[in-house]
Each structure stands twice: as structure tokens, then as C-alpha cells.
């Protein structure tokens, strides 16, 4: 008999469809939000097309808000395993379109699908982001047959900078 996968989507996972990205690259900082922006030109793929982008964090693990504390603790502990296998990454946020939620990240470059899945699942993460040239992809961590593809995304250049990356996360 072949074997079963059941997938619960995590609570969160309308807030996950519906996330928007900040990216601060050295040179600039970015926004990527899910779907076309209809009339707006937007900014192209920053890497070539043989990369993918994978947004990963350590916050609030299994969807549980913890303290600021504990998830800076556990944010610098990702960043540290990221750079023991020497994978490139910038500086990201995540959270809602109107910016009351968000979630420091890292966007990193080097990872393929199941090696994201499992940085995130190591730390206690429903789902990663996975950016490409043609799509913009929601990874579910415990469950590699599944994954929400919204194939439309924008970018946009921020200006000014977001403030995101300087604010504290809330407790």
C-alpha cells in the first residue's frame, strides 16, 4: 500500500499567502509582495535564473510568539548555521502588507527546496519562501509534497529604506 501524506495547513497559513518581504542588499533594499501589481513596473529578478532566494527565520517557532529575547537567540543561532555552510544572505523582514506584524529573517542564496525546508523545520518553522524568476513559492517545512505556488510577484524598490529593519520586534 503506498504511503499517505496528510497536510494540515498551519493557522497562519492565509497571513503566510499574503506576506510581503523586505530585502536589504548592499546597494539597496526591496520589497517582494505575492501577485502582479497591476500598471506599476516593477523591479526584475536581482540574481540569475539558475538562483533561488529562500526567505528563512527563526522567530517565533510552531507559530508561537515568544519573547524578543528568544527570538533574537534563536535568529543569531540560524545566521551562525547559515554561515557555517557558507551560504550568501541579506538581511530580510517579513510580515503583513500594512507592517504590524514582522519577523526579522535572512534571504539566502545557495539552498536548493528541501535543504530550505529543513533549515526551517530545524527551527521550528511552518514554511519557508522560495524566489524565483517565475514564481514565488510558500515551502511547507514538515511536508515536501507540498507547496503553494503563487506564480505572480513584484518587486519594488524601497525608498525610503524600510524602517523594519531597525525596529525592534515586538515581545
Known amino acids: 500500500m503506498p504511503a499517505v501524506s496528510y497536510f494540515t495547513e498551519p493557522t497562519q497559513w492565509p497571513n503566510y499567502l499574503r ?20 500598471g506599476v513596473a516593477g523591479l526584475p529578478y536581482p540574481l540569475d535564473s539558475a538562483h533561488t532566494i529562500h526567505i528563512v527565520t527563526a522567530f517565533n517557532p510552531h507559530g508561537r510568539p515568544t519573547t524578543a529575547r528568544t527570538n533574537l537567540r534563536a535568529q543569531h543561532e540560524l545566521l551562525h548555521d547559515i554561515g557555517l555552510h557558507g551560504l550568501q544572505w541579506w538581511p530580510a523582514v ?26 526551517g523545520r530545524r527551527f521550528g518553522q511552518d514554511a519557508v519562501f522560495a524566489w524565483a524568476p517565475a514564481s514565488w513559492r510558500l515551502l511547507v517545512c514538515a511536508d515536501a509534497a507540498h ?25
Open 19 to 38: 506576506a510581503v518581504v523586505d530585502i536589504a542588499f548592499p546597494t539597496h533594499s526591496i520589497r517582494v509582495t505575492p501577485g502582479p501589481l497591476d
Open 94 to 119: 517579513g510580515g503583513d502588507p500594512v507592517g504590524t506584524y514582522a519577523e526579522i529573517s535572512a534571504a539566502v542564496v545557495g539552498m536548493d527546496d528541501a535543504q530550505a525546508r529543513a533549515l
Open 147 to 171: 507547496e503553494t505556488v503563487l506564480a505572480d510577484w513584484h518587486a519594488a524598490l524601497l525608498t525610503p529604506p524600510s524602517r523594519r529593519f531597525s525596529q525592534s520586534p515586538a515581545a
